[in-house]
């Protein structure tokens, strides 16, 4: 995995790149090893209701699987694992298509071929199994029967079928298993790289991390643990030429005395088994291409071809014949070229694919099989086998290595028996001695395994000497050359070359200069911490008096308030003391006139009364005379009664 990093340092995106992917482990494996964990995984975390949708059933027994017992962390595994393709944006729709694609796998690794009586080809002989296989990948029984148990060849204009033998049938069937989990890996990861990488602008850095698989030697090494075990010698070859080759030249380009140093080199090795025409995977490819060739043949041609070769050994005591031995770097493995032809043929019959790709219904499956790397003219062609692939891939990725800056990290085997915290020390120091790690050891203590530039070292170190006088107008070296003088080093303790100054060991100065440092860095936290608190306190005082005045204006504003509401208060006690005696004087006033207004109100009243009195006597007077005229019938008498009465009459009015 490669992370991306711009010039500032940020991380920018993220790349996947396979190498080597050890297809041949999905159709066979050692004794005691798994294949790729994701089967175990998927066959116990899927719940039943998936399962019987993708025609798994956790009960019966796969050939493609080894009989090992289930670990307990594999549901917990394909949970994550679900919940990763979900963050990394691969829908459930998606994923369920890539279980339907390995659950096809491990059924096909169950077909049975047998033999046809009196007759060539094969046929299978437990067809139920392939009713799951054609609805998972959506294609007809009779189509799929076609496919691995014929081979159609192209003859100028016609196509003819070839009846496949079992060993042919069963060849296909687990190409064709390896083909769908390879393609199926690479398009994941080609997925996963597109949600993980960036638009790219500008320069770029690169840090990238390598995990690859280690020496294996086991009590039956076949195809697989020679292309692991050719990885690693390359590897090794790597490593030898970082360490110890450019660590030699490096002493001799800056003309240091040097005693040079003899290192493993297993180009010997690697001759053996890569370099053309005679290695042995070219052989090997070689014999691939004829059709009567066996394992037998090859190795035959093996031992014919490296019987002198001192990295080559026939066994003399072994219980199989088909073997030979090879010297790595690591130790003696003894290979069993049994089904090496086999594992080594990854092809499929181009056109019988080419039929099953047009008519499946299934979109993964065609996107699978669309791919060149699946398709070849012909079974035994060499242009596509597993080494030759194995060796391009490994090409690409030892460029990589030597255009990038190494570092290694090397894992040492404990125990044969994979217990842990169990250290055999004869195992231990075998791989010390392999690996090439005592040579390192003593070449380290022969050398000057410390090496600054000038300008490095004196910037580095001067801290050590208060007040060192560096001029840089001197050479570098001068000042250097001052700077061990002043640190008094001994001369056998480093050497001076053209460009850089070399050192046995450098524990002591780094330790004062961690010592000056750490004092440094406690005065430069005494000051900070005095600078914080002078500064916290100063922001305290100042938000003190900010307080103070702020609570003062407060006080004042609140002690103004209550005098202005008591002066309020008094003005309007005062007002309304003023008011209700004007008004007291106003309603005495208004009660007088009141009581003006009733006394002349009743002395009017009384006077009207009596006038009404008076008119009331005047009246009856008047009707009295009259009656008495009626009576006296005496109109001159009665005529002046009644002028004396009007007369008296009128003065009581006039007096009224």
Same mark, same amino acid.
């Given at each position: 995995?490669?992370?991306?990093?711009?010039t500032?340092?940020?991380?920018?995106?993220?790349?996947?790149?396979?190498?080597?992917?050890?297809?041949?482990?999905?159709?066979?494996?050692?004794?005691?090893?798994?294949?790729y964990?994701?089967?175990?995984?998927?066959?116990?975390?899927?719940?039943?209701?998936?399962?019987?949708?993708?025609?798994?059933?956790?009960?019966?027994?796969y050939?493609y699987?080894?009989?090992?017992?289930?670990?307990?962390?594999?549901?917990?595994?394909?949970?994550?694992?679900?919940?990763?393709?979900?963050?990394?944006?691969?829908?459930?729709?998606?994923?369920?298509?890539?279980?339907?694609?390995?659950?096809?796998?491990?059924?096909?690794?169950?077909l049975?071929?047998?033999?046809?009586?009196?007759?060539?080809?094969?046929?299978?002989?437990?067809?139920?199994?392939?009713?799951?296989?054609?609805?998972?990948?959506?294609?007809?029984?009779?189509?799929?029967?076609?496919?691995?148990?014929?081979?159609?060849?192209q003859?100028?204009?016609?196509?003819?079928?070839?009846?496949?033998?079992?060993?042919?049938?069963?060849e296909?069937?687990?190409?064709?298993?390896k083909?769908?989990?390879?393609?199926?890996?690479?398009?994941?990861?080609?997925?996963?790289?597109?949600?993980?990488?960036?638009?790219?602008?500008?320069?770029?850095?690169?840090?990238?991390?390598?995990?690859?698989?280690?020496?294996?030697?086991?009590?039956?090494?076949?195809?697989?643990?020679?292309?692991?075990?050719?990885?690693?010698?390359?590897?090794?070859?790597?490593?030898?030429?970082?360490?110890?080759e450019?660590?030699?030249?490096?002493?001799?380009?800056?003309?240091?005395?040097?005693?040079?140093?003899?290192?493993?080199?297993?180009?010997?090795?690697?001759?053996?088994?890569?370099?053309?025409?005679?290695g042995?995977?070219?052989?090997?490819?070689?014999?691939c291409?004829f059709?009567?060739?066996?394992?037998?043949?090859?190795?035959?041609?093996?031992?014919?071809?490296?019987?002198?070769?001192?990295?080559?050994?026939?066994?003399?005591?072994?219980?199989?014949?088909?073997?030979?031995?090879?010297?790595?770097?690591?130790?003696?493995?003894?290979?069993?070229?049994? &089904?090496? =032809? #086999?594992?080594? /043929?990854?092809? @499929?019959?181009?056109?019988?694919?080419?039929? %099953? !790709?047009?008519?499946?219904? $299934?979109?993964?499956?065609?996107?699978?099989?669309?791919?060149?790397?699946?398709?070849?003219?012909?079974?035994?062609s060499?242009?596509?086998?597993?080494?030759?692939?194995?060796? &391009?891939? =490994? #090409?690409?990725? /030892?460029?990589? @290595?030597?255009?990038?800056?190494?570092?290694? %990290? !090397?894992?040492?085997?404990? $125990?044969?028996?994979?217990?842990?915290?169990?250290?055999?020390?004869e195992?231990?120091?075998?791989?010390?001695?392999r690996?090439?790690?005592?040579?390192?050891?003593?070449?380290?203590k022969?050398?000057?395994?410390?090496?600054?530039?000038?300008?490095?070292?004196?910037?580095?170190?001067?801290?050590?000497?208060?007040?060192?006088?560096?001029?840089?107008?001197?050479?570098?070296?001068?000042?250097?050359?001052?700077?061990?003088?002043?640190?008094?080093?001994?001369?056998?303790?480093?050497?001076?070359?053209?460009?850089?100054?070399?050192?046995?060991?450098?524990?002591?100065?780094?330790?004062?200069?961690?010592?000056?440092?750490?004092?440094s860095?406690?005065?430069?936290?005494?000051?900070?911490?005095?600078?914080?608190?002078?500064?916290?306190q100063?922001?305290?005082?100042?938000?003190?008096?900010?307080?103070?005045?702020?609570?003062?204006?407060?006080?004042?504003?609140?002690?103004f308030?209550?005098?202005?509401?008591?002066?309020?208060?008094?003005?309007?006690?005062?007002?309304?003391?003023?008011?209700?005696?004007?008004?007291?004087?106003i309603?005495q006033?208004?009660?007088?006139?009141?009581?003006?207004?009733?006394?002349?109100?009743?002395?009017?009243?009384?006077?009207?009364?009596?006038?009404?009195?008076?008119?009331?006597?005047?009246?009856?007077?008047?009707?009295?005379?009259?009656?008495?005229?009626?009576?006296?019938?005496?109109?001159?008498?009665?005529?002046?009664?009644?002028l004396?009465?009007?007369?008296?009459?009128?003065?009581?009015?006039?007096?009224?």
């Open positions: 995995i490669s992370l991306l990093y711009d500032r340092g940020r991380m920018m995106g993220a790349k996947i790149t396979q190498y080597l992917l050890e297809k041949t482990r999905v159709s066979s494996q050692a004794e005691t090893e798994r294949t964990h994701i089967f175990y995984e998927m066959l116990a975390g899927l719940s039943p209701s998936e399962k019987a949708q993708i025609h798994l059933d956790a009960n019966t027994e050939r699987l080894n009989e090992i017992s289930p670990s307990t962390e594999d549901e917990r595994n394909f949970t994550q694992l679900r919940a990763s393709l979900l963050s990394l944006n691969l829908k459930e729709d998606f994923q369920l298509e890539i279980w339907k694609i390995l659950s096809a796998i491990l059924q096909l690794g169950n049975n071929f047998v033999g046809i009586e009196k007759k060539e080809g094969s046929n299978i002989s437990n067809k139920e199994v392939l009713d799951g296989i054609s609805e998972l990948l959506q294609v007809s029984k009779e189509q799929l029967i076609e496919a691995f148990t014929f081979r159609i060849a003859v100028k204009k016609s196509k003819i079928k070839i009846p496949l033998k079992v060993p042919e049938a069963e296909v069937r687990d190409s064709f298993a083909a769908l989990y390879s393609n199926l890996f690479v398009m994941i990861v080609d997925k996963i790289n597109t949600e993980l990488m960036t638009d790219q602008h500008g320069e770029m850095s690169t840090l990238s991390l390598l995990d690859i698989f280690g020496f294996e030697n086991f009590a039956h090494n076949s195809f697989e643990q020679l292309c692991i075990n050719y990885c690693n010698e390359k590897l090794q070859k790597h490593l030898n030429h970082h360490i110890f450019l660590e030699q030249q490096e002493y001799r380009k800056e003309k240091i005395e040097w005693i040079s140093l003899e290192f493993p080199d297993n180009q010997l090795t690697l001759d053996l088994i890569e370099k053309k025409p005679l042995i995977l070219c052989l090997l490819d070689e014999e291409r059709p009567a060739a066996t394992d037998v043949t090859f190795l035959n041609k093996l031992n014919a071809n490296h019987k002198g070769n001192p990295q080559y050994e026939i066994p003399r005591k072994s219980t199989s014949t088909c073997v030979f031995n090879l010297k790595h770097y690591a130790g003696d493995v003894i290979y069993d070229t049994t &089904n090496f =032809l #086999k594992k080594n /043929m990854d092809a @499929l019959p181009s056109l019988t694919m080419e039929t %099953i !790709r047009k008519n499946s219904g $299934n979109s993964l499956l065609r996107h699978l099989l669309d791919s060149e790397e699946n398709i070849n003219s012909s079974p035994r060499n242009s596509r086998s597993i080494a030759s692939k194995f060796q &391009n891939d =490994l #090409k690409t990725l /030892m460029q990589e @290595l030597e255009e990038s800056s190494s570092h290694f %990290i !090397r894992c040492i085997k404990p $125990n044969s028996v994979k217990s842990p915290g169990n250290f055999h020390d195992i231990v120091m075998l791989q010390l001695a690996v090439g790690v005592l040579e390192t050891v003593k070449m380290r022969l050398g000057f395994p410390y090496r600054y530039n000038y300008h490095q070292f004196v910037g580095r170190f001067r801290v050590l000497v208060p007040n060192f006088p560096w001029d840089t107008s001197q050479p570098a070296s001068q000042a250097c050359q001052q700077l061990l003088d002043a640190l008094d080093i001994s001369p056998q303790d480093y050497r001076m070359g053209q460009t850089k100054i070399f050192f046995k060991m450098v524990a002591q100065l780094e330790a004062g200069r961690k010592r000056r440092a750490s004092l860095a406690v005065k430069i936290q005494r000051n900070f911490r005095r600078w914080s608190v002078e500064r916290s100063r922001a305290q005082l100042q938000a003190a008096i900010q307080l103070q005045s702020s609570f003062r204006v407060w006080i004042d504003t609140r002690n308030q209550k005098m202005r509401k008591s002066a309020t208060n008094l003005q309007a006690a005062i007002r309304g003391k003023l008011a209700s005696e004007n008004f007291q004087k309603r006033i208004f009660k007088l006139k009141i009581f003006q207004s009733a006394v002349r109100g009743f002395l009017a009243r009384k006077q009207i009364q009596d006038i009404i009195r008076a008119i009331q006597e005047a009246e009856r007077i008047k009707a009295k005379l009259r009656e008495e005229e009626l009576k006296s019938r005496s109109p001159q008498k009665d005529r002046f009664k009644k004396q009465h009007e007369v008296q009459l009128e003065k009581m009015i006039s007096t009224s």
